[in-house]
């Protein structure tokens, strides 16, 4: 028996690296001789590195750069387990989870550490280069990470400005030609599991700076500052690029990065051909993939999502197992065999992130002792 164990992060409570380490338990608890592949998945944001460091069978490099509120931090890149690509995650150089509640205001935040770990990996020779969006603390649209690689900003007067969000509202001239030279001659891949653009209703101020520590008066400042960051960018670059799907990744860096050459592209999928997911399903008996919760909302773009359709295209049963599930009209049977929750009686939220490691094996032992019983496989 063939079994590819891919779920994603239970979020705040349980790592995709751990999770897929639980139900594989499972199924040797259950199926002793089972060939089991765990591939931890992600779609971008935190996690995505050691996600995709495991699954290539990869390594982890430290690195010091600028933390999102412009403090030394220590962080890390990951490297391919075949040597020729490098993993570098926002969530780990300017994450949300690395500024304290209290201090989160994106006038405060930059991606320049982002920019510092880019450059590191161009020093260690690398030219292949996959990038996850998520996680981020800023909506500085880039500029911290293009200061980093080289670009410079000026205000009204000639001065150089600094990196930060409340530096947006002082640029009136940008000059990209000291830019980093080498990243004319690399490949940037970005994982993002966002479309929206820059700017507007639906861009990067309005639709994520609040989750980042933003006023209603700030979202409003920002996506004007960010409108003319863009403009004086575009005009530079002769490239229209700020409405297009997943330009307002990250508080503007997809813009950024598309700025540089970058190609932004579906997390999931991302991350998926990098470990070689479609050639172990192809291959298993059965796919079990999992997330903290799961609704219709599944059913675009998520990690899960992409599991099941690579399922269904190679015809095998593929089973959802997450930690609530709200799916009233069985939309998610749509693309998945079965879907579980782990909750097994009335419990608190609270009780349910403790206990989640537990809850989630003994899920797989039934899900696993179901397939046993029925005879489906030994």
Same mark, same amino acid.
């Given at each position: ?17 751990n ?27 935190e996690?995505?590195?050691d ?10 490099? @430290? ?13 890390y +890149?990951?490297?391919?387990? *075949?040597?020729?690509?490098? +993993? ?16 989160? /205001?994106?006038y405060?935040?930059t991606?320049?550490?982002?920019g &510092?770990?880019?450059?590191h990996?161009?020093?260690?020779? +690398? /030219? ?26 000026? *205000? ?10 409340? *530096?947006?509202?002082?640029i009136?001239?940008?000059d ?19 479309? /929206? ?24 400042r ?12 575009? #005009? ?32 999931? @999928? ?5 470990? #070689? ?18 609704? &219709? ?14 399922? #269904?295209?190679?015809?095998k ?26 909750? /097994?009686?009335p419990?608190?939220?609270? *009780?349910?992130?403790?206990?989640? &490691? ?19 496989f030994?």
């Open positions: 028996m063939y079994v590819t164990v891919c779920p994603d992060s239970f979020k705040g409570s349980l790592s995709s690296k999770a897929a380490k639980t139900i594989a338990k499972a199924c040797h608890d259950v199926f002793p001789n089972a060939h089991v592949t765990q591939m931890p998945m992600a779609d971008g944001g996690g995505t590195i996600a995709l460091i495991y699954s290539t069978d990869g390594k982890r490099y @430290e690195k010091s750069v600028t933390g999102p509120i412009g403090q030394p931090i220590e962080s +890149f990951g490297v391919h387990g *075949d040597g020729g690509t490098a +993993f570098i995650e926002v969530g780990n150089t300017a994450g949300l989870i690395q500024v304290p509640e209290d201090d989160r /205001n994106p405060h935040t991606s320049y550490g982002l &510092e770990m880019i450059q990996v161009l020093d260690e020779g +690398f /030219n292949q280069i996959i990038v996850g969006l998520g996680g981020s603390a800023t909506n500085d649209g880039g500029l911290g990470m293009l200061t980093a690689l080289g670009a410079k900003f000026y *205000d009204k007067n000639g001065q150089q400005v600094d990196y930060f969000g409340k *530096d947006l509202f002082n009136h001239n940008v990209l030609s000291m830019l980093d030279p080498r990243l004319k001659d690399i490949s940037i891949q970005v994982a993002s599991d966002v479309d /929206n653009p820059l700017c507007g209703e639906r861009g990067a101020s309005a639709i994520f700076g609040p989750q980042k520590g933003a006023t209603n008066e700030q979202v409003q920002l996506d004007q500052a960010l409108d003319n960051y863009a403009a004086l960018i575009e #005009q530079e670059t002769g490239n229209e690029i700020r409405n297009v799907p997943g330009a307002g990744a990250a508080g503007g860096l997809g813009f950024a990065l598309m700025t540089v050459g970058s190609t932004l592209t579906s997390g999931a @999928e991302l991350v998926g051909q990098t470990m #070689q997911l479609e050639e172990s399903i192809a291959k298993s008996h059965l796919i079990i993939t999992g997330e903290g919760q799961s609704d &219709e909302q599944t059913l675009f773009g998520k990690a899960p999502s992409y599991v099941a359709q690579l399922a #269904q295209k190679h015809h049963p593929v089973v959802l197992i997450s930690g609530s599930v709200d799916d009233p009209d069985l939309k998610l049977l749509d693309q998945f065999t079965a879907t579980f929750s782990i909750m /097994n009686m419990m608190s939220l609270t *009780d349910a992130m403790d206990q989640v &490691e537990q809850l989630l094996y003994e899920q797989s032992i039934q899900v696993f002792n179901f397939y046993k019983t029925i005879g489906k030994t």
